[in-house]
C-alpha cells in the first residue's frame, strides 16, 4: 500500500470555514413536501422537520473528507451511518452557522468507515444540533483505527422477542427523488440520472439515503411522539440497502428502554434501514 493511498492523519481535527444559511419557511415546506411528510407543523413550515437538519450543514459535509481521505479513493464512498442530536428544532427565521471536522477512522476489513462531526449553531451561538456522519470508503482497508468514532446505536436483538408498538408502511413516489434532490440542496447524479446511476453499478436510480431517513423520522414522530418534533432528541440509522423509487417501505418500532425506541426499516424481505434509535422526550 503506497503512502499516497493512505487516509492523512494530520486532516483529523480540521475544521471547516463556518458556513451560513438563512432558514426560510418556504424551505421547511419544500422539504417537507419532498420527503411525503404529514405532519401539519411541518408542511406549514412552522418548524423543521427533523432530517431538515442536513440542508445546513450539506456545504460542510464533504469538505472534512477531503483533508483525509485521498482523493483517488472518493469515487469509493458512500454514506454509511446518521446520528442526529437536536437541541432544539429548526423555526423559519433562524440564522444558521455550520462547521465540520473528520474525528477518525475504523479499517474494517471490507473497507475503511470515517467519521465526520459536524454542529450547527444560530448566529448568536446556541447550539441546535450536532451530527455524526459516518462514511464508508467500498473496499479500500487503511489498515489501522485512528481518532475518535461515531457513537453507537446498535440494534438489540433480544427485542425480537417482543411485538412491536407500530408498524408504518410508506409508498417512495416515481418522482420522489426529483423533489428531493432540489428540496435538500443534493445534485448527486446517482439520485437522478439513469443512466449514470447504473454505469456506478446500480440498478437504476437510486432514493437519497437521507429521503429515506426522513421517511422513517416522520413515522417514528407519528406513532411514538405525538407528531411533535420538539421531543425528539436523537435520531441515528445504518444505511444497509439502496431503496428504489417506487418501493414500499415498512418501519418495525420497538421500545427499547426508557425513553428509546429501535427501529428498523425493509423493502420486502430486505432491511434498506437498521440499527435506528429514536430517543423521544417526555
Not at 486532516?11 to 444559511?21: D, I, M, N, Q, S
Not at 427523488?177 to 437510486?206: C, N, S, V, W
Not at 418501493?247 to 428498523?264: C, K, N
Request: hydrophobic share 40%; proline share 6%.
Amino acid at each position: 500500500m503506497s503512502d499516497e493511498a493512505k487516509f492523512n492523519p494530520a486532516g483529523l481535527g480540521v475544521w471547516t470555514e463556518p458556513a451560513r444559511f438563512d432558514v426560510t419557511r418556504e424551505r421547511l415546506v419544500e422539504y417537507a413536501k419532498a420527503t411525503n411528510d404529514p405532519i401539519e407543523a411541518h408542511l406549514a413550515g412552522d418548524v423543521a422537520s427533523p432530517v431538515f437538519a442536513i440542508v445546513p450543514v450539506f456545504q460542510s459535509l464533504m469538505e472534512p473528507a477531503l483533508e483525509v481521505v485521498p482523493m483517488p479513493l472518493m469515487g469509493k464512498v458512500v454514506h454509511g451511518e446518521q446520528d442526529f442530536r437536536f437541541h432544539r428544532p429548526i423555526k423559519p427565521g433562524d440564522q444558521l452557522v455550520a462547521k465540520g471536522a473528520m474525528t477518525g477512522w475504523a479499517a474494517q476489513g471490507n473497507g475503511t468507515a470515517a467519521c465526520v462531526y459536524l454542529e450547527t449553531r444560530t448566529e448568536e451561538g446556541e447550539l441546535v444540533n450536532e451530527q455524526y456522519v459516518t462514511f464508508f470508503v467500498r473496499g479500500f482497508d487503511n489498515g489501522d483505527t485512528v481518532g475518535e468514532q461515531a457513537p453507537g446505536h446498535k440494534f438489540d436483538e433480544a427485542l425480537r422477542s417482543q411485538s412491536p408498538v407500530a408498524k408504518v408502511t410508506q409508498r417512495v413516489d416515481e418522482d420522489q427523488t426529483f423533489r428531493y434532490g432540489p428540496a435538500a440542496g443534493d445534485p448527486m447524479p446517482i439520485h437522478l440520472d439513469e443512466e449514470f446511476a447504473k454505469q456506478m453499478g446500480l440498478p437504476g436510480i437510486i432514493v437519497h439515503g437521507l429521503c429515506t431517513m426522513a421517511f422513517t423520522s416522520w413515522a417514528v414522530l407519528t406513532e411514538v411522539a405525538g407528531s411533535d418534533v420538539s421531543r425528539l432528541r436523537r435520531l441515528a440509522v445504518r444505511f444497509a440497502k439502496p431503496v428504489l423509487p417506487g418501493q414500499e417501505l415498512t418501519t418495525a418500532i420497538y421500545r427499547a428502554d426508557g425513553s428509546r425506541y429501535a427501529y428498523e426499516t425493509s423493502v420486502g424481505d430486505t432491511l434498506v434501514i437498521k440499527d435506528g434509535l429514536a430517543e423521544i422526550a417526555d
